[in-house]
């Protein structure tokens, strides 16, 4: 009780101080309400859509005409107003800095004329039609993260967290739950790339995105079983719709690592006799040296990446189809400090305050290191009824190749030691129904579909997890139900999950299978309530579950890349999770509060539980880790309040509170994040319609992370001449508050605007360790780093 008080005094005081977490500073905060009628009857037109051309981005009116578009920044904005038998209409709104802009009532004309075609070719986020705690990175913020792994930049949101393995590997972590727990749909597939590995980080470019929405919490009625801790979507922009020839070219650079990045794409949209087709070719390169701490580098953490996609899509308004491939390539080098020969060595790395060697800056990158392979190709295609709804179908087939080295070789020099080749095929089928209005102005809609799955693993070398088959289908069915205020939800589905494992002797060149099965219904039910056009309050129950994966269930190896000897557990049972959420959002003329509260239980909860005695291999003396199963409990708030102080000054207060127990063993348990609060301050210059200067912004950054205290209870002995740890390998790191700043603003170079970022981070370059970083026993989180971030659009016009 007296850390949570403690920690909470310090929130304030953090707040009254007016610093700022540099990752919610520079979010674009206002938002464009209004409602829309029918001109003759003044009725609510519930369906009507709004669509944002600057953003192409849009919202749908519910059952009281009224919508809403959130994300906007300050600027002029032209907004269309569409809605089947009545007249188009457009409008244009001005909207300042972190304000709610309401329109008049808009008016729509009845239409007598014969409808012409229309193509949508924007489609709203997935999350956006769940009723779920969610949360989104666009626009401006999501620039400001360019540079970063996709755990980095999810950092930036309420209640997403990362577990990190050094300064180059990243993983997310929602209300503390991450790997199998939490889906990634890249560009609306399923990511299926070895993620079971707490040190094996999505192979995903964030600059395929446009857009990060991070669902918080149970989802796995819509996107099947595993979603017991969330969803993480990465969607890429519309294609173009508008005839012409375009691209965008991203600059990043950085002090620490003196990282350079580059990532382009060019797209067109053709006209006339091949209206409707349109592709785009976008590639990444990423180069970044050795990782610098306040007081010293950290040997061979450098990383590389080359990655590329294409996109082919053709659309009408009675169907269309899409073609996307993809290709991750990553080669990652891990910190030489966390490599240790002996059992003395072991203890006395966690005992010594730097590592020994210490060299200069290099960019060099061998063992040990880990390099991956990422593929993928979807095809997607959809058939669109006005009076029997959307069908869509998506196939995709994914080749994740892992390949881990370590520190010496102990065969070929050439060989890797770990070698993990899965190859998943993916299939989707959903329907969505067509709006069924009724007669007292509700409206029915929903979605129904299937998902199958698919794997075979193929290993090599080492022995770590076993080669095997794996297969799961799911159905599923989500009904909604619009009235008035009101917007309900309930959900349903039922999965099944098929694991055969192989197992070769060595000694008698024989081979033995283990097969399992299991199946489990789930649901979900949540509503919505809209008091007005400034207040939402949202609350979602939903069941979800997880079958043991083969490595939870059949490990037994060192595990290179994460330093560590894992063991599995075959008699684990499947995880069951229970999750309530609870959502208050208010949106004022000066002041937004964003308040969620939510509860995960989880029974046969599986973890990795730190062992007391490290084990010794040929290799040397590693940690090691067993999985273990409890029943848990996962609950917490995230808050996110910000106020207007004047029209250019605005104050922002973000905090995470989580707390995580083991009803089993009652105790708490490991490797949970720390509760933390970012603070902040942003000013943003008045918009001017002279010179070529617009949109100059700049703000302050405090984040303070308490000190985890609610883990078990590490102590050590000596036992047969030998030191034994209990609870963990070494105490939790202590508190520390990181400052950071901030700047950004547009320069139009002709016709084309070029926007420009520059970022710092632990502006103190403070000293400090996360409890959540893997490689915390053995060296500090790094220092300073300035990043410079410059994206210039490239427009060409479409000549008849």
Partial sequence: MRDVITFCWVAWLIGGMASAGWAQANVCRSSLTGTILGQDHREPLMGATVYVRELSAGAVADSTGTFRVNGLCAGTYAVAIQFVGYKNTAVSITVGADSLATLPPILLIPDSETLKEVIVTERRSEAQQLLQVQTELSGNALDATRGQSLGESLKTLPGLYSIQTGPSISKPVIHGLYSNRILTLNNGVRQEDQQWGSEHAPQIDPFLASRLTVIKGAASIRYGSDAIGGVILVEPKALPATPGFGGE?????????????????????????????????????????????????????SYHENNGSGTINYTRKRGGAEVFYSQFSTKVGLFTGAQVGSLTDFYAAIARPEPLTQPGFSYELGRPYQQVQHELLKVRAFVRSERLG???????????????????????????????????????????????????????S???????????NVRRYLFLIPNYRNYGAGLFAIERYAQDRWTLEGGIRYDYRWLRAYFLDETTNRTTARTRDWSNLTGSLGATYQANSQLTVSGNFSTAWRAPTVSDLYSDGLHQSAVAYERGNPNLNPEQA????????????????????????ITNYIYLKPDSVPIIRQRGAFPAYSYSQVRATFRGLDATIRYRLTDQLTLTSRTSLLFAYDHTNTDYLVY????????????DWKKTSRGRLSDGYVSVSSQYVARQNRVPVVSQRQENGQIIFTGDFAPPPSAYTLVGAEAGFSW????????????????????????????????????????????IPITVAHRS
């Fill in 249 to 301: 070219l991203n600059l990043v650079g950085g002090t620490n690592g003196r990282q350079g990045t580059l990532s382009g794409l060019i797209e067109q949209a053709f006209g006339k006799k091949l209206a409707g087709l349109s592709w785009r070719l976008q590639g990444t390169i990423k180069r970044v040296g050795y990782a610098k701490t306040p007081n010293y580098y950290l040997e061979n953490s």
């Fill in 390 to 444: 959307t069908l869509t179908a998506t196939v995709a087939r994914q080749q994740n190749v892992r390949q881990e080295y370590d520190l010496q070789s102990f065969s070929r020099v050439t060989d890797p030691e770990l070698y993990l080749k899965l190859v998943t095929q993916t299939a989707d089928l959903v329907w969505e129904q067509p709006a069924i209005k009724r007669a007292n102005g509700g409206q029915f």
């Fill in 446 to 456: 929903g979605t129904v579909g299937f998902n199958g799955i698919t794997q075979g």
């Fill in 578 to 601: 229970y999750n309530l959420n609870l959502s208050v959002e208010y949106t004022g003329k000066r002041l937004y509060a964003d308040l969620g509260f939510y509860n995960n239980w």
């Fill in 672 to 683: 949970i994040p720390a509760n933390h609060t970012d603070n902040g301050l942003r000013y």
């Fill in 748 to 791: 139009r170079l002709g016709a084309q605007p070029l926007s420009v970022i520059l970022t710092g981070t632990n502006l103190l370059n403070r000293a400090y360790r996360d409890y959540l970083d893997r490689f915390r026993y053995f060296a500090d989180e790094p220092g300073r780093n300035i990043m410079l971030k410059v994206k």
